[in-house]
Structures are given as structure tokens and as C-alpha cells.
């Protein structure tokens, strides 16, 4: 899959609230590349989740 069609599946998985796939396609993205704009998606997903779902990362 390309760098875009990862972000799309990220995005998906966001709409839905699947957070690990949607984190899991960010980071293919950023893998394919470093400076792709899944970077910043994938930094305010993981403040979304910090903020809304601190106790299911606490137990």
C-alpha cells in the first residue's frame, strides 16, 4: 500500500474510534515516510486518546 492509502485507512479507523488500527496506519505511513503528514495525525490521535481514555492505559 502507498503512504496515502495508509493515512485513508487511518483516518477510517479514526471515524470508526478504532484507535490501534488507526495509530497501526499512521504508522506505516511514517514509515514509508518520516515526513509524511501521518506524523501529526498519529501525535493529536495519541492526544485524543491521553485526554479522553486515560484509564484504559492505567490500569
Do not use: H
Amino acid at each position: 500500500m502507498t503512504e496515502a492509502e495508509w493515512i485513508a485507512k487511518g483516518k477510517e479507523a479514526y471515524a470508526r474510534m478504532d484507535w490501534k488500527a488507526c495509530l497501526d496506519a499512521y504508522a506505516e505511513a511514517i514509515r514509508l515516510n518520516p515526513e509524511s503528514e501521518a506524523v501529526e495525525l498519529r501525535r493529536m490521535t495519541m492526544r485524543i486518546i491521553e485526554f479522553y481514555n486515560k484509564d484504559q492505559y492505567n490500569p
